[in-house]
């Protein structure tokens, strides 16, 4: 008896673990119904990011307030240590580091890379972290995101911020560099994450 027992029980664990699981994929990202998005005049989200070229890779801690006339960014270590500060106008970009280690240029998007030592856009990932095409490239829908000025774009989940469906994982790759983004929580004009 104490044989049929274990007998049928390990039955149960080999059946159990011949099955496979399988994972739901991502909802499309549906370019048409994302156009209310462009009408929000402020947002910000806290998250993680991290950024891998072939020369080199880091990770931080990201923070990102948006308002029509600037963008806020802080990047820190863990424990909130190296924090540096881009403030980002239509003209101008603000490094600081803490300390008195101020820079300014005139040319941000120019300066911020040479800075992070590999291009990235930052012009486009203000759309591009909302789940939107920038205005006026040419953009290609894909299965979970989109191609953009030689980039790829993915969103392998998301999440509800209101009535607003909006990335929580991104993706973004072009030839060697790729930036990967987790947002833990978004602010919309007046709606937060709910999960």
Not at 21 to 29: D, I
Not at 119 to 135: A, E, H, I, K
Not at 154 to 175: C, S, W, Y
Request: proline share 5%; glycine share 8%; with cysteine.
């Amino acid at each position: 008896m104490k044989r049929q027992v274990i007998a049928s029980l390990l039955a149960i664990f080999m059946l159990a673990s011949c099955a496979t699981v399988t994972e739901r994929p991502a909802p499309a990202l549906d370019l048409t119904q994302r156009a209310a998005l462009y009408e929000i005049r402020a947002w910000e989200f806290t998250g993680r990011l991290a950024l891998m070229s072939e020369q080199d890779s880091w990770s931080a801690s990201i923070s990102w307030r948006h308002i029509p006339t600037m963008e806020k960014i802080k990047l820190a270590g863990p424990l909130g240590q190296g924090a540096t500060v881009i403030e980002l106008t239509d003209d101008r970009v603000k490094i600081d580091r803490g300390g008195g280690d101020v820079e300014i240029s005139e040319q941000p998007e120019t300066f911020v890379n040479h800075k992070l030592g590999m291009f990235v856009p930052l012009r486009s990932l203000g759309y591009w972290v909302l789940g939107l095409v920038r205005p006026g490239q040419d953009s290609q829908q894909m299965a979970q995101g989109f191609l953009q000025d030689g980039w790829y774009v993915d969103f392998p989940e998301l999440q509800n911020v209101g009535v607003h469906t909006m990335p929580r994982k991104m993706t973004v790759m072009k030839d060697k560099v790729k930036l990967k983004l987790i947002i833990d929580h978004w602010k919309l004009d007046d709606a937060t994450t709910t999960r």
